[in-house]
């Protein structure tokens, strides 16, 4: 067997453990889950949403022209959500909606994770005038209040904007507090002595931070990627109900606007189903993910499995 053979043969093993390795773990979450009944509730939430949110839009067309001899139709088969105040289906005004929703609270999370977590671990582990200076900054953008000055940056913004970019206006005030929590955890773990024999072996600090530190930080972060996803949903659709987003029609945030300020949804019943449809989506998407907080610790983080998982 030549040297090139070798390689490959060695490649594929790596691969072939690593896969193992992954099926198992994935086998082993999906036990907890089922186990967990509130975490199956929420994980199956979010899979409904998911789903809606990626093959909904090719599965029901959105039609935006207005028919006004179907206005505030009441729900039916043709029409299971009734239609709104331009005669359009309000079915598929949501389901088209959730689309952009999902992918600004998806990268939103990623985003804000990945500042929060890039800023952090150096700072912590770094420490010194690096640490000092990273911090300053964070206090900075912790003292000025967030959600005004979110108001303030997405009202400066003149175009319609793509979900990353969205995503990205968000995370501008999400990221500090996690930062200076992610710090305080660098800052425990750096001190535990297989870090101190890590350091004392003489391997790198690239090592020490991908192989030792974060894999203790995974629940932390996981917990965390959940919390961020659900401030971006209520950040984007509380932007676009105040309008000082660029409008788009389809918007949960959008249509709550339009059924409360222009249609004066709390005087007039017809526009009631308009209304609440994105609110009770909003209230699900939310409730989803929240019922799947308590188990994902669980599954990142094995020292609390219990030995029926």
């Known amino acids: 067997m030549n040297k090139a053979e ?9 691969v072939t453990r690593r896969g193992s390795h992954w099926l198992s773990e994935t086998r082993l979450a999906l036990k907890i889950i089922r186990r967990e009944i509130s975490a199956l509730v ?29 206005r505030f139709l009441p729900p039916s088969w043709e029409y299971p959500l009734g239609t709104d105040f331009a005669g359009r289906d309000v079915l598929a005004q949501i389901v088209h909606g959730s689309r952009d929703v999902l992918l600004v609270a998806f990268f939103t999370g990623l985003i804000t994770v ?50 990353v970019e969205v995503a990205f206006v968000i995370s501008i005030v999400g990221w500090p507090g996690l930062t200076r929590a992610i710090r ?9 002595l297989y870090i101190e024999s890590a350091k004392c072996l003489g391997l790198s600090k690239r ?5 030792e530190i974060l894999p203790n930080l995974l629940p932390f972060i996981a917990m965390n990627l959940v919390l961020s996803i659900i401030y971006a949903i209520y950040s984007q659709v509380g932007l676009y109900f105040l309008g000082v987003m660029p409008y788009t029609s389809v918007n949960w945030g959008t249509m709550i606007n339009i059924a409360l300020y222009r249609q004066s949804a709390l005087l007039n019943r017809k526009v009631w189903v308009y209304l609440f449809s ?5 209230i699900l998407i939310q409730m989803g993910f929240i019922l799947s907080l308590h188990v994902l610790e669980e599954i990142f983080n094995p020292r609390l499995r219990t030995e029926e998982a």
Request: glycine content about 8%; charged content about 15%.
């Open 114 to 163: 990945t500042i929060a977590l890039s800023i952090g671990i150096s700072s912590g582990y770094i420490g010194g005038r690096a640490d000092s200076a990273l911090m300053i900054i964070a206090d900075i953008f912790l003292v000025i209040p967030s959600f005004p000055l979110l108001l303030v940056i997405a009202a400066s913004l003149p175009r319609t904007l793509s979900p």
């Open 278 to 282: 994105p609110i009770v989506c909003i």
């Open 6 to 14: 070798e390689t490959l043969a060695g490649i594929r093993n790596v």
């Open 207 to 211: 090592h020490i931070i991908f192989r």
């Open 42 to 70: 929420g994980f199956t939430i979010i899979l409904f949403f998911g789903l809606m949110a990626t093959i909904g839009p090719e599965l029901i067309p959105l039609s935006k022209l207005p028919d006004v001899g179907k």
């Open 184 to 192: 305080s955890q660098v800052l425990s773990v750096k001190e535990e």
